[in-house]
């Protein structure tokens, strides 16, 4: 027969599981709504900073990677690399535009079109950035434009650091005992770069 006692006391643990399950909810949540707000953060300043960083669940990172970034969603299934390995993935974005003026000189092959002789010119268009190498040929009353080689190079780093955030004393705007946060510097030898990391969420 069960007594009072025996029943306060699996009240009380009841309680006591209750009350753990209760806060081990609330931190979780806690520590959700705090990396989903970082999350937000590190969005709002990616344009700007050019870089950012995501901590994503296993959820969070197929939605990513079925809606924003299919292109890597198809390689990943052609080299069977299973969603839930994926520890974390670093992507960049590389916007190049050239507007430098190259002139090259067919004087040669004006004579040879208006004497009607098959001619080859080769020409090398190079720049800081990028250099193609091609020909201009004219034969059978044609002329084309052929490129034999083209070439881009390029450097990016990324250095994430921290700085004071700005706050105001006494009216005067002021970066001294402000508080850290975090930030990054994209440097490009040529175009401009966009680099997202995203972290697995343990």
């Known amino acids: ?11 009380f643990m009841l309680l006591i599981i209750v009350v753990v399950w209760f806060y081990k909810d609330y931190s979780y949540q ?7 707000s970082e999350n937000a ?5 990616a344009d700007s900073l050019r870089f950012t960083t995501q901590s994503l669940s296993s959820d969070e990172i197929k939605d990513y990677l079925e809606y924003d970034n299919p292109g ?10 299973k969603l839930n390995r994926i520890q974390s993935i670093v992507s960049q974005t590389l916007n190049y535009r050239d507007t430098d003026k190259n002139e090259i000189d067919v004087s040669k092959l004006l004579e040879s079109i208006n ?5 080859k010119t080769l020409f090398v268009d190079s720049t800081k950035c990028q250099t193609n190498k091609g020909f ?4 059978n009353d ?7 080689e083209k070439t881009f190079n390029n450097k990016s780093d990324a250095v994430a650091y921290w ?14 005992l402000g508080k850290k946060q975090f930030t990054a510097k994209v440097f490009d030898e040529c175009g401009e770069s966009k680099f997202m990391k995203i972290q697995k969420k343990e």
Do not use: C, D, H
Request: charged share 35%.
């Open 30 to 36: 806690v520590a959700e709504n705090k990396r989903q």
């Open 115 to 119: 004497k009607k002789i098959p001619a």
């Open 142 to 148: 044609s002329l084309k434009v052929v490129f034999t």
């Open 72 to 81: 890597l969603n198809k390689k990943l299934e052609e080299n069977n690399i």
């Open 163 to 176: 700085e004071r955030r700005e706050w105001k004393f006494l009216g005067l705007k002021t970066t001294f």
């Open 41 to 45: 953060v590190q969005l709002r300043k």
């Open 136 to 139: 201009v040929e004219y034969k």
């Open 1 to 11: 027969m069960i007594s009072l006692n025996n029943i306060r006391q699996i009240g």
